[in-house]
Nanobody, 115 residues
Framework: QVQLVESGGGLVQPGGSLRLSCAAS????????MGWYRQAPGKQRELVAT???????NYADSVKGRFTISRDNAKNTVYLQMNSLKPEDTAVYYC?????????WGQGTRVTVSS
């Protein structure tokens, strides 16, 4: 079983930046794909970005050019660098890992973009 712990959320003004981290309980090079999803109040959970163990990335159109997903295999951690944040980016951000046909989720970290 893969355990995931997110960190780095908080309150930021519009136009600001945050970096989220997702620490995994095992070597992430063994995990086919990791990603970030978010869920805003009253909305369904949606894809933000994913990265495979071959470093192929995928982004939601709404975050392309502003967010960057990356992975550090030595630290077993996946990052989401978020720049030019907008109020509509406000949500709980969840890390996930897809391994051997099973999807694992972290507990989430809250991001609030507000002046």
């Amino acid at each position: 079983q893969v355990q995931l712990v997110e960190s780095g959320g908080g309150l930021v003004q519009p136009g600001g930046s945050l970096r989220l981290s997702c620490a995994a309980s095992e070597r992430i090079f063994r995990i086919y794909r990791m990603g970030w999803y978010r869920q805003a109040p009253g909305k369904q959970r949606e894809l933000v970005a994913t990265i495979t163990n071959g470093a192929t990335t995928n982004y939601a159109d709404s975050v392309k050019g502003r967010f960057t997903i990356s992975r550090d295999n030595a630290k077993n951690t996946v990052y989401l660098q978020m720049n030019s944040l907008k109020p509509e980016d406000t949500a709980v951000y969840y890390c996930n890992a897809y391994k051997d046909g099973i999807l694992y989720w972290g507990q989430g970290t809250r991001v609030t973009v507000s002046s």
